[in-house]
């Protein structure tokens, strides 16, 4: 270690000691403690509800009109917490900056890049506007936008979100400060911009020797990227050190937990190892059979090709994965084979049977054996409903037996899910996110159908949960012997759960086969990307 | 890792844990307060015997044009009727012709704004053309052409009121039902097997009437109060009838006794604020 790497190591910018947050009368950070070194990157992470982003408020002065704050938190000489609005205006920006979740949202839709570009130069010292403008083409290029010219000239909406956290990023970098707080700056984005993003921020901070305070949800993301952690639950930190320790060792219950729900830190949790089921043999006929399906959209010259000629095989009582990033055709995919939206072309057979080109009596057939979980619980059940009826609902429709012997399974599928007798009355609005998807996978089953569609059933939920649902799902598959349908952007939890994968693109499949065999030895460059992104703890 | 899959971990995030999403049932004294109103509005309407033991129709000359007292609490009218009297006998058909106008609204409004909402297509379109018909004339105009059409009586008054309600009805049950029809839970019930009306009745209804509702408990107090300008103008029953517009139409003339047009009007302004009131809060209360 240098002398240099020494002071920079021992020179603390930000020290926040005891803060302690509380909106209206409930507190939501109970007296945390950190500190942020110069030139290092500090990630703080935690779940929903875990009081990160109200920290980040905190250290940003942005907290809402009616939130009580005690405690400190020093900022080169400065308490940020009893620093009065007037002086805090001339640190936000200049010497604090911050980089939003979701940059589609964090720029004005009605103006242009560049006319919103030249309010953030005004933070720096360049004095005319032809300064100012040189100054913010010089920071685009350096953020990687190609033509600088042409983002000067866009509106938000012409740009990707990729391309518009760069434009934050640039802005935010560009008076030179010297804390930059992320809040989520990549959970919006589809992963392999994810990591072109962080990578992007890891090179700046070198650059600049900015500090980055990092808050994230993703612990795998943090292990990667940060060189100290904070974990906060509850708005407690849990433990907190330098990234390498806690992830080696972790001292807290919570923080062993975290890392062993983390998909990409523990990549082979559920699999058993002991049979291959993927290798079933020629005579083992395929499941569900998609052939050459393509769906498209629009007319002429302006056709999206959403679902380009895919095909693909799932064998009975196994889980075939589809991945791919926002617009690959996944979505519409799994639409056509649930019969909710027609093919332009090729045939989608379940159990032999083609889903479409059938009177609609013959499509409810198909589809009492084919069910889905939606990805987010929180849309997917009617708020006015009870659990019970919720569940029961598809033997109500498809008429299954006697009113005593439904109201029995659906007790028996809430009891597969682990939700007892409780929960049978109460209604979606009473229930945690994990719990609403329960209630929505007791649905899929109550029907004991023999193909269940998972539309990207963890991804609205924390880690924990997650891995409480993923578990559930495994469990369900070895005693039911269901067939999954996967669908996932996530590559590190398709590794814990799959047995074959499809790998979509523009609509197209770029790469097929059994898990193993694409994760170790991928065939495509787009799949190697895509590996390359899933983040992998130094 | 067998025994870690059966013990099946159920993990609530804080954030959505039940007790913050429970509404908290705190009802603002304004609303009590209006809710105290309507009751005795309500009662007035119903057993007005009980409420007042003096004639509504019937009065002595001779203690004509009283102001307010012990014996008569809003005076006398110039034939020596108790106003108070006839203002209790008289709810009963303002009050019922407000519910009855309210109720042609809300039916007829809310069947064109679901029918349209949910089937969309040329439904949509046609219905939606009959609406803007409705919207272009205004309401007070349109319930006047239609009283006038019908004959002079509170009734009509009452559906003349209730006709004009209709599109303001089909507009918000037509966007609540959009609103509803694309959520996903409507689709998960297609999947479960559900038929469109099955869709319609138990899912988008249920999740589309609230705000209906509360357009509904504002319409009562503007209903209310445009049978009593009709009143007034004369398009409703003839006297000795005591609706609220026609006392104070009647009063009017009377500018010695300003009474004769303070106290029912008081009493209209006291029963619609409270409506609002409690629509207001209806529709905060579905809200969160």
Known sequence: MTVLEERITTDTLLTVRGLTVAYGGTEVVHGVDFTVGRGRTVAVIGESGSGKSTIAKAVLGLLPAGSTVSGSADFAGDDLVTLPDQRFRTLRGRRIGFIPQDPATALNPVRTIGSQALEAAALTDAPTTEARRAAVLAVFERVGLTDPERVWRS????????????????????????????????????????????????????????????????????????????????????????????????????ARLLRADVPALSPDRYRSGDVDRTDAGPDHPAHISVSGVARHYGQGDRTVRAVDGVSFDVRAGTTHALVGESGSGKTTTVRMLLGLERPDAGVIAVDGAEVHGRSKAELRRVRRQLQLVYQNPFTSLDPTWQVRRIVGEPLDRFRIGTRASRAAAVREALESVGLDERYMRRRPTDLSGGQRQRVAIARALVLRPEVVVLDEPTSALDVTVQAGIIGLLTRLQRELGLTYLFVSHDLALVRQVADTVTVLRHGRVVESGAVEQVFHDPQHEYTRTLLDAVPAAS | MSADLTTVRVTTSPAVRTGKRRRRQVVPPTVLLSFAVLVVVLLWSLAPGVFTGQSAVTGDTAAKLQAPSAAHWFGTDYLGRDLYARVVHGTASSVTSALVAVAIGLVVGGLIGLASGFLRGWVDVLLGRVVDVL?????????????????????????????????????????????????TFVEASTLAGGSGAHALFRHVLPNAYRSVLALAVLNIGTSILVIASLAFLGYGDAPPASDWGLLVASGKTYPTAPWLVYAPAVVIVLTVLSVNRISRWLRKAGRS
């Open chain 1, 155 to 254: 509106y938000p909406h012409e740009l990707s979100g990729g391309m518009l956290q760069r434009v934050l990023i640039g802005l935010t970098v560009l008076p030179e400060p010297d804390l930059v707080v992320a809040d989520e700056p990549t959970s919006a984005l589809d992963v392999t911009i994810q990591k072109r993003i962080l990578d992007l921020l890891q090179q700046l901070r070198a650059e600049r020797g900015i500090s980055l305070l990092f808050i994230t949800h993703d612990l795998a993301v943090a292990a990667e990227r940060a060189d100290d952690l904070v974990v906060l639950r509850d708005g407690v930190v849990e433990e907190q050190g330098p990234a390498a320790e806690v992830f080696r060792a972790p001292q807290s219950e919570y």
């Open chain 2, 135 to 183: 919207l272009a004339i205004p309401g007070f105009l349109l319930a006047v052409v239609i009283v006038s059409s019908l004959g002079f009586h509170t009734i009509n008054a009452a559906v003349a009121t209730g006709i004009s309600a209709i599109a303001a009805f089909a507009r918000l049950a037509r966007a609540e039902t959009l609103k509803a029809r694309g959520a």
